[in-house]
């Protein structure tokens, strides 16, 4: 039996394990807009970034049911799914995943800032 094991980059590019994900993290620290359907855009803190999604702090309270819509610094408007929330910390998944030359992009971008 194989066992899937998938690869995360830590803030100083640390190569860290983690079995759950379905693909490659990267540790990032940004702002970002977001919003849900018939509410205003707020800021909220972006802390990692793969193809198929992200981890968010948020102090305004999330619609789990609902989808959210990401702006994120150099790319267009996202939607993604809560998939998990625990207390400020929302995990989501893109409706769509990101090509991996636009996620390698948007990190440098972040990182740079």
């Not at 490659?24 to 970034?49: G, P, W």
């Amino acid at each position: 039996m194989t066992t899937r094991v998938n690869v995360e980059f830590d803030q100083n590019d640390e190569l860290v394990a983690d079995s759950r994900r379905s693909s490659d993290r990267k540790a990032v620290n940004s702002e970002i807009k977001v919003r849900q359907s018939n509410t205003q855009s707020f800021r909220t803190i972006l802390s990692d970034l793969s193809i198929n999604g992200f981890k968010m702090r948020s102090f305004t309270s999330l619609d789990e049911d609902k989808l959210v819509f990401v702006t994120i610094p150099g790319l267009q408007t996202l939607g993604a799914h809560i998939r998990w929330a625990r207390y400020q910390e929302y995990g989501c998944e893109f409706t769509a995943p990101l090509h991996p030359a636009v996620l390698a992009h948007i990190v440098s971008v972040l990182r740079k800032n």
